[in-house]
């Protein structure tokens, strides 16, 4: 027997899950990415917070960049109760999006982790009739 047989036989068993295995990577990579947006978007929240303008101009980081696309336009000139309050909702929309990606990458794991044990324990009943 080579010495990829049981893996090999074990990988095969995914294949019928290839698909949802494929979607749970990507929404997985969705929230690893949101997660880190998160983090990102904490930056003119705090900044609001302490009474400097919540997005420091043009700035020449790719950061300051992405801030300035994704919150430039909610951003309250002279506001900064409007500002906070604006990024502390786009936070949580982030936030819910990357809980329900978590979510559902979880769900699908377990399906395939199921499914798996299910095909296996089909074959081992087969082969002890």
């Not at 698909?19 to 990102?40: E, K």
């Not at 003119?44 to 994704?70: D, K, M, Y």
């Amino acid at each position: 027997m080579s010495a990829g047989g049981p893996a090999r036989r074990l990988l095969g068993l995914l294949r019928p899950y290839g698909w949802l295995f494929g979607a749970t990577m990507l929404v997985a990579a969705l929230a690893s990415v949101l997660d880190g947006v998160v983090m990102v978007l904490l930056i003119p929240f705090l900044r609001t917070l302490f009474r400097e303008p919540a997005l420091a101009g043009i700035g020449t980081s790719s950061t300051q960049a992405f801030l300035e696309r994704v919150l430039g336009w909610l951003i309250v000139a002279g506001s900064p109760e409007a500002s906070l309050r604006n990024v502390v909702l786009v936070i949580l929309a982030t936030l819910v999006l990357k809980n329900g990606a978590d979510y559902a990458s979880a769900y699908w794991n377990v399906v395939i982790q199921e499914g798996v044990v299910r095909d296996l324990r089909e074959i081992e009943s087969a082969l002890s009739s």
